[in-house]
């Protein structure tokens, strides 16, 4: 429905109060979205997890915490 109403090529970007939601599409006909994370300190992930946190760390994707 995205592309079909405007055939458009290349990136849309929707504005939102949290931030902008960027939109791609491929060479293949699919599209890709790029949403946008929020990044979390030692802190949180402490209380999160109710736990310490010896160490970790992290991918574009991934997210890995070593816990005492």
């Known amino acids: 429905m995205l592309y ?3 055939p ?7 504005r939102m109060a949290g931030g902008s ?3 791609n599409r491929l060479v293949n ?3 890709a979205i790029d ?3 929020k990044a ?19 991918s574009r994707l991934d997210l890995l ?4």
């Open 29 to 31: 006909g699919r599209i």
């Open 8 to 14: 458009a090529t290349g990136q849309l970007e929707f």
């Open 21 to 23: 939601l960027t939109v």
């Open 40 to 58: 979390v300190s030692p802190a949180d992930l402490e209380k999160a997890l109710g736990a310490t946190a010896a160490g970790g760390g992290n």
């Open 35 to 37: 949403f946008p994370a």
């Open 65 to 68: 915490v070593e816990l005492e």
């Open 4 to 6: 079909s109403v405007n």
